[in-house]
């Protein structure tokens, strides 16, 4: 199969030759053929070399890289991506039979950029990010099928808000396989609603699950505030951790009534438990001084470079009451999933906000993301998911 060709300028090939999975437009000297947006070209140097071989895009990443080998983009392309995906989660641990949700696929992490795939039970959840994953989603529900046989029922895509909108691409969400299922999930032994139709992402946050692990192991006999708990995973591990009293907080009254849901379905009729949809700075400055437990895990607050300025001095806000109002001797669960906050500039306004309160603070964790969310070592841009653990005196 030939494909369409791109061209880069001199020295513009050092970071492919380094393995780093996009092409920028600055660095293309000509195209040959006429790729549209989602097309397979092959990237050569300005000395003819090849290179790699990706979709085509427009905007500032031109090409996101699928192969750096002459390779054909077919099924058995996609079968052998998915199986070394799924290989590596077996051997992780994630598929047991406590806990059937996890990442299957974490684009440029699993050399396939553009593409997420996050499981729940029998139930993939497919989200494209670029064109040209758009296009190979038959291919890719194929593929899902091949590798995972009878552990898999049903194929979910959802890509309406992730796909450039300036595609105009019919991208309708529904079953590819499937359909109308059991949608409650099971992680670490607590069960699970997921409403990946209608809720945020692809229903779920997986990325937190070892951070809520941790929690657990600190939540004894506290008092716990989760804010912008969405359907809340910190509470029902909380729970589990035989928290005192657990509040959770979000501003969407959808997400507090899934929170309540899946609170009821593992501690049913359990008056440790209360929701609250209300906005969380609101909730923050009027609240009082009794919880000794507080996590602070917000949607992301930058996902442009050029509102990183006011992003920053929004965690400084948001941590500044916290420190400001957590009992002696708290702990202090905090996160930024903006991928353009890099983990300096988290730290800084952490620390500033700390400062501000003149407490003595102490770090007892630094976190990040979980192992199926890997980060490529070419692309270290992958690292999206800061977290620190503080202890307040």
Not at 10 to 21: D, I, M, V
Not at 214 to 236: H, I, P, W
Not at 342 to 351: C, I, Q, Y
Not at 358 to 363: A, D, E, L, N, Q
């Amino acid at each position: 199969m030939s494909y369409n060709k791109v061209t880069l300028k001199p020295k513009k090939e050092e970071s492919l030759l380094r393995f780093h999975p996009w092409v920028f437009s600055g660095a293309i000297q000509s195209i040959e053929g006429n790729p549209e947006e989602g097309d397979i070209v092959e990237v050569y140097g300005a000395n003819q070399r090849f290179l790699a071989t990706g979709h085509y895009q427009i905007g500032s990443i031109a090409v996101r890289i699928l192969s750096f080998k002459q390779t054909v983009i077919d099924k058995t392309f996609w079968t052998e991506r998915i199986r070394a995906a799924y290989t590596m989660r077996l051997s992780l641990g994630l598929v047991q039979d406590d806990n059937n949700t996890y990442r299957l696929l974490h684009g440029e992490g699993d050399n396939l950029p553009g593409l997420i795939i996050d499981m729940y039970a029998y139930t993939a959840v497919v989200q494209a990010h670029s064109v040209g994953m758009h296009y190979a989603r038959h291919e890719i529900a194929e593929a899902l099928k091949a590798v995972l046989g009878d552990a898999l029922h049903n194929i979910y895509y959802k890509s309406e808000t992730t796909l450039p909108f300036k595609a105009n691409l019919d991208s309708e969400s529904g079953y590819l396989t499937g359909g109308e299922v059991e949608d409650i999930a099971l992680e670490n032994g607590l069960r699970f609603y997921v409403d990946w139709q209608k809720g945020q992402k692809t229903g779920f946050f997986v990325d937190q699950r070892d951070n809520r692990s941790l929690l657990e192991r600190y939540a004894k006999g506290r008092s716990v505030l989760n804010m912008f708990c969405y359907t809340g995973g910190f509470s029902f591990y909380a729970m589990r951790g035989k928290a005192r009293l657990v509040h959770s907080v979000d501003s969407s009254s959808k997400a507090i009534h899934l929170t309540k849901k899946n609170v009821g379905l593992n501690f049913p009729d359990d008056s440790r438990h209360e929701a609250f949809a209300e906005d969380a700075f609101r909730y923050l400055e009027k609240m009082g001084h009794h919880y000794d437990l507080i996590v602070l895990d917000p949607p992301a607050f930058a996902k442009h470079k050029n509102v990183l300025r006011n992003a920053l001095q929004g965690y400084r806000k948001l941590n500044a009451i916290a420190f400001e109002k957590i009992q002696p001797g708290g702990i202090l669960f905090t996160f930024s999933c903006s991928q353009v906050v890099s983990k300096e500039n988290f730290r800084l306004a952490v620390f500033s906000a700390a400062a501000q309160s003149g407490r003595s603070v102490r770090i007892l964790h630094q976190l990040t993301q979980p192992a199926d969310h890997p980060v490529n070592i070419y692309h270290p841009e992958g690292e999206y998911l800061k977290g620190l653990v503080l202890y307040v005196e």
